[in-house]
């Protein structure tokens, strides 16, 4: 099945839609965000402190939202947490408009409320796509996901890196209000098109039966008797601890090492961006058999271009490390969500990606408060050296454990295969 085959599935075809110019705004925002932290507080320190105040929401509603993510309609959770991300920020535009530099509580308050809304997105998003298509077509949809999400931001970074950096030079003030501003236009937009999207129901026959509390119990015990799940949780929060202070001494070394330009920031992403471009549809055609192994193999890559980063006071060294852990990452990624997909049974698949969601953003605010820390206390060359090695150890941990390293990839093929003709009819449906 090609790109083409699932984007003629309407239901599927609005969602991508939607998600793709979400994902270009919140690009644009993201490294825009983190800019401006540093340059309203002069403080690498609370770059990390935004970092936490982002993840602390899903540690305090992942529980909730993935039970509700399995109880109600899948499309309402994801329409509502647009529209309430870009209320969030139309209001940031109003409070920043005309003013030098936003309020500082405003870059606290902003990162905290939008995680607050998304950590209800997430899992709902994750658990729709195999409701959307096809079984036999969830590795090709779940490819084109990560490919979009891979491309979209590179226009988002683009316009990051010429037209804002410019802005920023000339008129600062418009720059606070746009990088705002064209967010909440892309939740807007994202909205819309969820609209056409089918109602998504949990398949699941106690519905209307099972309490809340029940529901969140069950999911527990769900993860707990897969114990190649707990693994995987676990080693996604390991890895989570060494990458979450990245972004810090990612802004600190733009400071030290390379004049401190957002535009500079931009380009890093984008290399790393386009290289997971050209890389995911590349490893999809591998079809790797053993997604734990793949898994791993990717992390310790990640880990060991990271590590470089460390002795690399060039602009290019620095781009290419970047564009080889976007390699890395399609073979760290892709081959295990498309495991997850067909694996997870949809009853509990909301909440099962939200305990993942909870348990990765549990170590952000650890390792985010960590960052300038680290950074004053061992350098930037030996912070980047730690995130590193970290980063391969959590890779290679999980080889310890034999249900988790013994897994293999579902073969779709061996399923009934659905008409792709049909799902586009029933699924355009209302």
């Given at each position: 099945?090609?790109?083409?085959?699932?984007?003629?599935?309407?239901?599927?075809?609005?969602?991508?839609?939607?998600?793709?110019?979400?994902?270009?705004?919140?690009?644009?925002y993201?490294?825009?965000?983190?800019?401006?932290?540093?340059?309203?507080?002069?403080?690498?320190?609370?770059?990390?402190?935004?970092?936490?105040?982002?993840?602390?929401?899903?540690?305090?509603?992942?529980?909730?939202?993935?039970?509700?993510?399995?109880?109600?309609?899948?499309?309402?959770?994801?329409i509502?947490?647009?529209?309430?991300?870009?209320?969030?920020?139309?209001v940031?535009?109003?409070?920043?408009?005309?003013?030098?530099?936003?309020?500082?509580?405003?870059?606290?308050v902003?990162?905290?409320l939008?995680?607050?809304v998304?950590?209800f997105?997430?899992?709902?998003?994750?658990?729709?796509?195999?409701?959307?298509?096809p079984?036999?077509?969830?590795?090709?949809?779940?490819?084109?996901?990560?490919?979009?999400?891979?491309?979209?931001?590179?226009?988002?970074?683009?316009?990051?890196?010429?037209?804002?950096?410019?802005?920023?030079?000339?008129?600062?003030?418009?720059?606070?209000?746009?990088?705002?501003?064209?967010?909440?236009?892309?939740?807007?937009?994202?909205?819309?098109?969820?609209?056409?999207?089918?109602?998504?129901?949990?398949?699941?026959?106690?519905?209307?039966?099972?309490?809340?509390?029940?529901?969140?119990?069950?999911?527990?015990?769900?993860?707990?008797?897969?114990?190649?799940?707990?693994?995987?949780?676990?080693?996604?929060?390991?890895?989570?601890?060494?990458?979450?202070?990245?972004?810090?001494v990612?802004?600190?070394?733009?400071?030290?090492?390379?004049?401190?330009?957002?535009?500079?920031?931009?380009?890093?992403?984008?290399?790393?961006?386009?290289?997971m471009?050209?890389?995911?549809?590349?490893?999809?055609?591998?079809?790797?058999?053993?997604?734990?192994?793949?898994?791993?193999?990717?992390?310790?890559?990640?880990?060991?271009?990271v590590?470089f980063?460390?002795?690399?006071?060039?602009?290019?060294?620095?781009?290419?490390?970047?564009?080889?852990?976007?390699?890395?990452?399609?073979?760290?990624d892709?081959?295990?969500?498309?495991?997850?997909?067909?694996?997870?049974?949809?009853?509990?698949?909301?909440?099962?990606?939200?305990?993942m969601?909870?348990?990765?953003?549990?170590?952000?605010?650890?390792?985010?408060?960590?960052?300038?820390?680290?950074?004053k206390?061992?350098?930037?060359?030996?912070?980047?050296?730690?995130?590193?090695?970290?980063?391969?150890?959590?890779?290679?941990?999980?080889?310890?454990?034999?249900?988790?390293?013994?897994v293999?990839a579902?073969?779709?093929?061996?399923?009934?295969?659905?008409?792709?003709?049909?799902?586009?009819?029933?699924?355009?449906?209302?």
């Amino acid at each position: 099945m090609t790109f083409r085959d699932v984007l003629r599935i309407p239901a599927y075809r609005n969602l991508w839609l939607g998600q793709a110019i979400s994902i270009i705004g919140d690009a644009l925002y993201y490294t825009s965000f983190m800019f401006m932290v540093k340059k309203v507080t002069g403080n690498d320190s609370m770059v990390g402190v935004v970092g936490a105040l982002e993840a602390i929401p899903f540690i305090l509603f992942s529980g909730f939202a993935g039970v509700l993510a399995d109880r109600v309609d899948r499309k309402k959770i994801l329409i509502w947490s647009d529209l309430l991300c870009a209320l969030g920020l139309i209001v940031a535009v109003l409070v920043s408009f005309g003013v030098a530099k936003p309020p500082l509580w405003v870059l606290l308050v902003m990162p905290f409320l939008l995680s607050s809304v998304r950590c209800f997105f997430r899992p709902a998003l994750n658990a729709v796509l195999p409701n959307l298509v096809p079984k036999e077509a969830i590795p090709t949809a779940t490819t084109l996901t990560q490919t979009t999400n891979n491309l979209a931001p590179l226009f988002g970074l683009a316009i990051s890196a010429s037209a804002i950096a410019s802005i920023w030079e000339f008129q600062p003030k418009l720059f606070f209000v746009l990088v705002f501003g064209v967010n909440a236009v892309s939740f807007l937009a994202s909205a819309g098109f969820l609209l056409l999207v089918p109602p998504v129901i949990p398949d699941r026959e106690d519905l209307h039966e099972a309490h809340p509390w029940q529901d969140f119990k069950d999911g527990l015990r769900f993860i707990k008797g897969r114990r190649e799940l707990v693994v995987l949780i676990a080693l996604i929060f390991w890895f989570r601890l060494f990458v979450a202070p990245f972004f810090v001494v990612y802004i600190a070394s733009n400071d030290l090492w390379f004049g401190g330009k957002p535009s500079t920031l931009a380009w890093f992403e984008f290399s790393f961006f386009a290289a997971m471009l050209v890389a995911t549809p590349l490893v999809a055609k591998l079809n790797i058999r053993r997604p734990t192994w793949s898994f791993a193999i990717g992390l310790a890559m990640v880990g060991l271009f990271v590590g470089f980063m460390a002795f690399s006071r060039s602009i290019w060294l620095f781009v290419l490390w970047n564009a080889l852990c976007g390699i890395a990452i399609p073979i760290t990624d892709l081959p295990i969500n498309i495991w997850l997909q067909h694996t997870i049974p949809d009853e509990f698949r909301g909440r099962f990606y939200a305990a993942m969601n909870m348990l990765g953003a549990a170590a952000v605010p650890i390792g985010s408060a960590l960052g300038g820390l680290l950074v004053k206390s061992l350098g930037l060359e030996s912070t980047f050296i730690l995130m590193g090695v970290g980063m391969i150890a959590s890779g290679l941990i999980g080889f310890l454990d034999a249900p988790y390293r013994n897994v293999r990839a579902i073969q779709a093929e061996s399923e009934p295969k659905a008409s792709t003709e049909g799902v586009a009819e029933r699924m355009s449906a209302p």
